[in-house]
């Protein structure tokens, strides 16, 4: 049987105020059950995970845990619920020290957004084993497949940038974990919180010089951040595509 090795942080902690008076976001509901839920079934399905780290607001703290703790099955990982930070970067760094504290061995640490609620467990396990395979950072990706343009201020055309080459980034994102570990060692307290590194931990670990590898992302696993997002959602979740995100 193999050693479970890995740990996945879910970044939860979010306001979602483009859902307007909904928050925090991992509570908005998606077919009756809420986004962190359905994100938290597919991640504890995946192979080798051997715990599971949940950064979630701290009003909603007993909320979280109430509705987390028993999801995964007793054969399943261990489920901790801790509360998040102000920032996305303060609640990963926060849930790697209870990774720490918790002691579980793990040489891989997968990093998701409660948000990307529909991503499925292939895709975990994908990041996973690309890791493995001796790679430091780890992230899906789409290719950008519309015409993008560059606007200035005055939402006047600058240029027409070529998409050949360009991607987006999906979760989770895989690391070797002492590589996170120093990644986020090296944070400067005195950073904005605007600074684009720190909304991604795959950005601050290519900081430290290592080079990003990709593996291809899901569909499924777009975030979901507005109203008309859950519609789109609702239509991955539907039996004609439900086997996508298996």
Same mark, same amino acid.
């Given at each position: 049987?193999?050693?479970?090795?890995?740990?996945?942080?879910?970044? @939860?902690? %979010?306001?979602?105020? #483009?859902? &307007?008076?909904?928050?925090?976001?991992? *509570?908005?509901?998606? $077919?009756g059950?809420? =986004?962190?839920?359905?994100?938290l079934?597919r991640?504890?399905?995946?192979?080798q995970?051997?715990?599971?780290?949940?950064?979630?607001?701290?009003?909603?703290?007993?909320?979280?845990?109430r509705?987390?703790?028993?999801?995964?099955?007793?054969a399943?990982?261990p489920?901790?619920?801790?509360?998040?930070?102000l920032h996305?970067?303060?609640?990963v760094?926060? @849930?790697? %020290?209870?990774?720490? #504290?918790? &002691?579980?061995?793990?040489?891989?640490? *997968?990093v998701?957004d $409660?948000?990307?609620? =529909?991503?499925?467990?292939?895709?975990f396990e994908?990041?996973?084993?690309?890791v493995?395979?001796?790679?430091?950072v780890?992230?899906?990706?789409l290719?950008?497949?519309?015409?993008?343009?560059?606007?200035?201020?005055?939402?006047?055309?600058?240029?027409?940038?070529?998409r050949?080459g360009?991607?987006?980034?999906?979760?989770?994102?895989?690391?070797?974990?002492d590589?996170?570990?120093?990644?986020?060692?090296?944070?400067?307290?005195s950073?904005?919180?605007?600074?684009? $590194?720190l909304?991604?931990d795959?950005g601050?670990?290519?900081?430290?010089?290592?080079?990003?590898r990709?593996?291809?992302?899901?569909?499924?696993?777009?975030?979901?951040?507005?109203?008309?997002d859950?519609?789109l959602?609702?239509?991955?979740?539907?039996?004609?595509?439900?086997?996508?995100?298996r």
């Amino acid at each position: 049987m193999t050693t479970p090795d890995t740990v996945i942080i879910i970044a @939860a902690a %979010g306001a979602g105020a #483009r859902f &307007g008076d909904i928050a925090p976001k991992a *509570l908005f509901p998606l $077919a009756g059950e809420p =986004l962190i839920i359905h994100a938290l079934r597919r991640a504890a399905a995946a192979r080798q995970v051997a715990a599971i780290v949940i950064a979630a607001p701290p009003q909603r703290l007993e909320q979280f845990q109430r509705l987390c703790i028993d999801v995964v099955s007793d054969a399943g990982p261990p489920v901790y619920v801790i509360h998040g930070g102000l920032h996305r970067q303060d609640s990963v760094g926060l @849930a790697l %020290g209870e990774v720490r #504290r918790i &002691g579980v061995a793990h040489s891989v640490i *997968l990093v998701h957004d $409660a948000a990307r609620a =529909l991503a499925p467990t292939a895709l975990f396990e994908r990041v996973a084993e690309t890791v493995r395979s001796g790679n430091p950072v780890v992230i899906p990706v789409l290719p950008v497949v519309d015409t993008v343009r560059q606007v200035d201020e005055t939402a006047s055309v600058v240029q027409t940038v070529d998409r050949a080459g360009l991607c987006l980034v999906q979760t989770p994102q895989g690391f070797q974990a002492d590589v996170l570990f120093a990644a986020h060692s090296a944070i400067d307290p005195s950073a904005s919180a605007a600074d684009a $590194a720190l909304t991604d931990d795959a950005g601050l670990v290519e900081r430290l010089g290592y080079r990003m590898r990709t593996v291809a992302g899901e569909p499924c696993a777009f975030k979901i951040t507005r109203p008309h997002d859950v519609s789109l959602a609702k239509s991955f979740l539907s039996g004609a595509v439900a086997a996508q995100m298996r």
